[in-house]
């Protein structure tokens, strides 16, 4: 008797909804509350080189593509007059 009731090795208590997890959770199974005095997972690769590559190629414009001087709307490179105001690309000759 007492060793039923003994809470498992390692195991802790969720500060949120105070449900009990086990010593391998690094986070609540219940909520998702870090473990507390859990230190964040170390990241595999260093964080400023991810961090630069990830960044510039998600925000790069398409290749080509242009920005409306009057309402601003990014266009493709192959559209002659803004989607958005009908204004044409700047630089773009325009055939009489
Ligand atoms: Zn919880
Ligand atoms: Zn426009």
Do not use: H, I
């Not at 005095?37 to 414009?61: C, H, I, M, N, Y």
């Amino acid at each position: 008797f007492g060793d039923k009731f003994k809470k498992p090795e390692g195991s802790w208590e969720c500060d949120a909804c105070m449900l009990e997890n086990k010593a391998q959770d690094s986070k609540c199974v219940s909520c998702q509350t870090a473990k507390p005095g859990a230190a964040p997972a170390p990241s595999t690769a260093p964080e400023t080189q991810r961090g630069l590559v990830g960044f510039g190629d998600k925000f790069k414009k398409p290749e080509g593509a242009w920005e409306c001087d009057v309402c601003c709307v990014q266009n493709k490179a192959d559209a002659l007059q803004c989607v958005a105001c009908q204004s044409n690309k700047p630089g773009a000759k325009v055939e009489p």
